[in-house]
Each structure stands twice: as structure tokens, then as C-alpha cells.
């Protein structure tokens, strides 16, 4: 793993830096021959691999991405470990599988903090190792010591700087739940005294509009299903909110303020290792772009929302590139789950689509135990170690890039933590090109599912086969054992249990011994 080390040949502005004794604040400060890179975890919302052009887009360009993809590597086979946002982010982060920990399923925005300050994160990996570590973006794992006592008008008792994030500018959950504020080093930024913020998901408070009863006040954006409570910025909500004021985010300024806090950290910090956690709130809904970014793809609000993205995504490119650190700084891109057309709002994501196919080949969506709902794009660029314009079809997992990332840096993880996660560094850097033997999928009934480099195995269950809350989605739920050749058969079509039980066998026994903890690929 060290072996790196001694390939690089140019010298890094932050080896430079660090040498020439700059100043910061950890203990464990990077040595002389230090040269590890910074780490920028680009992790988008609800982005489907067939949204972005280097992944056969149609109807929306990403010219930022694209470029990113053609300076690393555009891997194939990836999946987020579930198919909804809380339990990846999650997994992602603790290196635990989601499904072992009750309590991680899709939070409400006034949720406790569903990781617990004593659980070791990917964020610790990085602090520990000498890194300036943040959070930007969406969080979406509670906040606070407990779930609906939150004090939103004074310092919360329980944040990301708990589990190893020097710093944080955060929305607590997504954009379509209250509360609608950032919160920024555990307190509301820009907190506005003269409307002190109250959050229920239980009731109304008494005078407050709502969607359901105020339609009239829906000037930007009316629901198609659900989210019909609290209304802040002419959209409605999930949740009941009072208050908030000047604090309240407009939603076409949310790229802005989450990617111009991001660019700021990384000038300030631009003298040594940092650690970025970019969580973007596009493309989830309520899809609300800038107008700027209106009519600059051909699908309305959502194909917007992904020039957005991509704009973002620029944005940070941008910056390494003025400050000379984009040669020694690792970016990796990817997404929270599959993606979802109509998911809630009125903004015709579905009625635009065109040709455009959001999970490019796969079958289902966010939410489904098909491939739709956790095969997601995933780029790697790192211009001193990483060879540009590669291609990988390696099947992985984001439940393993706790235990890379840990190797990268050459971090021992505390025993007992990260207990799913394995290294495998060479994977992401392109020099391993072997696949995981298997992955698990986690849907949002559940429903687990396991692939491997040839098939997949959603085990039977007796759930309802379309999501019951509105959009038209497969949930991937069927009472008997589906078998899926996935190189003959990508999308899911061919049901081939009753032909392989064999095969069946085998993979219901990974999930078994997975599940019970006995087996480790
Ligand atoms: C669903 C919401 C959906 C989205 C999802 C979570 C309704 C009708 N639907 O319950 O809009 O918020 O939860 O998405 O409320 S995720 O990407 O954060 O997991
Ligand atoms: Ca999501």
C-alpha cells in the first residue's frame, strides 16, 4: 500500500507547504515525505447512471463531468448500498451494512443523529490521519441527541463535528423536509432572532399555511404526492415548521451556498490535507435550479438540476486547478441511489424525459431491489497516481471505500468498526482490476439483494410489486427467488431461479452467512 509513495515524482504544492512547516492545528501533523492527496467525495442525490453524458445522457450535457471522467476513471459496476438516501449515507460512512442497524431508514429532518458519536467514521479516518476534514450539503442522519427535541434556536447537542468533521454547512435533512435551513458548525447559519424556528412531524402549528389547505400559496412549486405541510418558499414540504426567517433557504440558491462554502474551504485550507465531504441536494426534489441553469437542458427542472450538479461539480475542478492542487488531490464522484422521475412534485420530470433513460440500461429505480436502485455512476480522478481515461467494469460497492479510503492514507481502523467494509484501494485507483466477489443491495422495502460479477439474487418476499405512494415504480418484490443473468441479461427481464437452483443456493448461503456475520469477501 505504501509503494505509492515513491511514484509520485512531482512535488505537491500541499508536500511544499507542509514541508516549508505551515501552520495547522492537528496534532498529527503530515511528515516531511508526506504526499498524500486531498480527498473530495463529490456524492450527488438521487443521479442516475444514465443521467450524466460521459454515461450516454440524452437531452442534458455535463461537460464538467464528462471531463473529470476523461482524466480518471469511469467505473461501470458500482452500486451505493441501498436504494434510498439515509441507509447509504450511512454505510458510506460507518462502513456498516445499514440493514444491521435499526433506526436508518429515510429520517425525518428533525431526527436524531442516527450515527452515534462513540461509532468510528469515514470522517475519523481522515481527522485522525492528519486531514482538515468537512461536510457540505445534504446529511440526512439526524441531528441532536434525540428525535423531535431539538432546539433549533440554539447550539444542537449532537453533529457531524461528533463524528469527526472539523467542519460542516448542512441542510439536516433533504430539501423536501423541515426544517429549511443550513446549519453550520451545529447551530442555524444566518439564524434570524426575530423568528425563532419550531419543527413538528406530528402536527401544524395553529396559524401556520399548508399546502393541503393553501394551494394558492404554491407559487413555485405544487406536490404530486405527499408533501403537502409546511410551506417555505412557495414549495411545500414534508414536516411542520414555524419560523426561521432571514435563515430560511431559497431553493434555487441551495447549489450556491453549499458549493461557494465548499470552494471557501478548500482556499483556506489549501495549505494542508483536507478531506471533503460534497453532498449536493440536486437532483433530488424539489428540483428548483437556479435560473440560470433554466432551459439549459432539454428535460425542464430535473435536467436543469443535473447542469446544476454539473456546474457544481466545475466549480470545485476549477478551484484545485487555480490553486495547483488538482494533481494530488483525489476526487471521487458518485450518488446516494438509483434515480426517480416522479418523486413527488410537479415539475414534469416525467412528461420531458424524451429519449433520456435516467438508470441507463437497468430496471427499476431509486427505491427497487432492481439494478435501477443502486447502480450509480462513479468517477475517480487523481492526476498524480491515477492514469487518465480509464474505463472499469469492476464490480463494487461503496460499502468499501471506508476500508480504502483508511488504506489510502494508511489508517488502522479501531477494531470493531467499519465491520463491513474492506480494502480495496486498487479497485478505485485502477490498478486492481479483479471484481468483488459479491455485493449486497439493500431496497427500501428491505428486500436484500446479492450480486455477483455474473448474477443477481433478490430474495422472495411478500411486498407489494409498485411503490403504494404514488410514482410508478417497480419495487422489485416478488413472493419467489428471482435469478437474474446479469451479462445476458441486464435488465432484470428473465427470471432463471427455477433453472439454476443451484445457483440460487449459493447466493441465498452468501446472504445467510453475510447477515449472520460468517463471511467476508
Ligand atoms: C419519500 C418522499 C420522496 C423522497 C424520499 C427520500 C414522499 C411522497 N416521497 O418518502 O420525495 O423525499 O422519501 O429520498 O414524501 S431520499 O433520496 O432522501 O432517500
Ligand atoms: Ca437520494
Known amino acids: 500500500m505504501k509503494t505509492y509513495l515513491f511514484t509520485i515524482t512531482a512535488l505537491s504544492p500541499l508536500f511544499a507547504a507542509t514541508a516549508a512547516g505551515a501552520e495547522s492545528s492537528h496534532k498529527n501533523q503530515p511528515t516531511a515525505d508526506d504526499k498524500r492527496p486531498n480527498v473530495i467525495l463529490i456524492y450527488a442525490d438521487d443521479l442516475g447512471y444514465g443521467d450524466l453524458s460521459c454515461y450516454g445522457a440524452q437531452g442534458v450535457r455535463t461537460p464538467n463531468v464528462d471531463r473529470l471522467a476523461s482524466e480518471g476513471i469511469r467505473f461501470t459496476d458500482t452500486h451505493a448500498v441501498a436504494a434510498t438516501s439515509t441507509p447509504s449515507r450511512y454505510s458510506l460512512l460507518t462502513g456498516e451494512y445499514a440493514w444491521r442497524r435499526p433506526g436508518t431508514d429515510v429520517a425525518a429532518g428533525n431526527a436524531g443523529m442516527i450515527i452515534t458519536p462513540y461509532q468510528y467514521t469515514l470522517a475519523d479516518v481522515f481527522q485522525h490521519a492528519g486531514y482538515t476534514t468537512a461536510a457540505f450539503g445534504k446529511w440526512h442522519l439526524g441531528l441532536g441527541e434525540q428525535s423531535g427535541t431539538q432546539d433549533w434556536n440554539a447550539p444542537l447537542s449532537a453533529t457531524p463535528a461528533d463524528l469527526g468533521f472539523d467542519h460542516h454547512y448542512i441542510m439536516a435533512a433533504t430539501a423536501d423536509r423541515v426544517p429549511c435551513v443550513f446549519i453550520e458548525d451545529g447551530r442555524v447559519a444566518n439564524y434570524d432572532p426575530s423568528a425563532p424556528i419550531e419543527v413538528s412531524y406530528r402536527q401544524n402549528f395553529p396559524g401556520e399555511p399548508t399546502g393541503r389547505d393553501n394551494p394558492e400559496l404554491l407559487y413555485n412549486l405544487r406536490p404530486s404526492h405527499g408533501h403537502d405541510q409546511s410551506i417555505v418558499n412557495g414549495i411545500s414540504r414534508i414536516g411542520y415548521m414555524k419560523g426561521g426567517g432571514q435563515a430560511l433557504w431559497k431553493d434555487e440558491n441551495i447549489a450556491d451556498s453549499i458549493t461557494t462554502h465548499a470552494v471557501d474551504f478548500i482556499r483556506a485550507h489549501r495549505d494542508e490535507p483536507f478531506f471533503i465531504y460534497f453532498a449536493t441536494n440536486d437532483v433530488h426534489v424539489p428540483r428548483?435550479?437556479?435560473?440560470?441553469?433554466?432551459?439549459?437542458?432539454?428535460?425542464?427542472?430535473?435536467?436543469?438540476?443535473?447542469?446544476?450538479?454539473?456546474?457544481?461539480?466545475?466549480?470545485?475542478?476549477?478551484?484545485?486547478?487555480?490553486?495547483?492542487?488538482?494533481?494530488?488531490?483525489?476526487?471521487?464522484?458518485?450518488?446516494?441511489?438509483?434515480?426517480?422521475?416522479?418523486?413527488?412534485?410537479?415539475?414534469?420530470?416525467?412528461?420531458?424525459?424524451?429519449?433520456?433513460?435516467?438508470?441507463?440500461?437497468?430496471?427499476?429505480?431509486?427505491?427497487?431491489?432492481?439494478?435501477?436502485g443502486t447502480a450509480v455512476p462513479a468517477i475517480v480522478r487523481w492526476p498524480a497516481r491515477v492514469r487518465p481515461g480509464q474505463e472499469s467494469g469492476a464490480l463494487m460497492s461503496q460499502i468499501d471505500w471506508m476500508a480504502s479510503l483508511a488504506a489510502l492514507v494508511d489508517a488502522r481502523l479501531p477494531k470493531g468498526s467499519a465491520p463491513d467494509s474492506h480494502n480495496r484501494l486498487g479497485n478505485l485507483l485502477g490498478e486492481d482490476p479483479t471484481d468483488r466477489p459479491w455485493v449486497i443491495e439493500q431496497s427500501s422495502d428491505h428486500v436484500l439483494s446479492v450480486r455477483t460479477p455474473r448474477w443477481k439474487y433478490i430474495e422472495p418476499n411478500d411486498g407489494p410489486k409498485m411503490i403504494t405512494w404514488g410514482p410508478k415504480i417497480e419495487t422489485g418484490n416478488d413472493p419467489v427467488p428471482q435469478l437474474y443473468d446479469m451479462e445476458a441479461d441486464v435488465a432484470e427481464q428473465e427470471n432463471l431461479a427455477a433453472k439454476h437452483p443451484d445457483t440460487v443456493f449459493e447466493l441465498e448461503t452468501i446472504l445467510r452467512k453475510v447477515r449472520a456475520r460468517q463471511l467476508n469477501p
Open 288 to 372: 428548483f435550479p437556479h435560473p440560470r441553469f433554466r432551459g439549459q437542458s432539454a428535460m425542464g427542472l430535473r435536467g436543469d438540476a443535473i447542469v446544476q450538479f454539473d456546474w457544481s461539480v466545475g466549480q470545485i475542478m476549477k478551484t484545485l486547478d487555480e490553486l495547483g492542487l488538482a494533481d494530488n488531490t483525489l476526487v471521487i464522484l458518485s450518488s446516494d441511489n438509483g434515480p426517480v422521475v416522479d418523486d413527488g412534485y410537479e415539475d414534469q420530470a416525467e412528461e420531458l424525459l424524451g429519449q433520456h433513460r435516467p438508470t441507463g440500461p437497468f430496471r427499476g429505480n431509486k427505491y427497487s431491489a432492481y439494478e435501477g
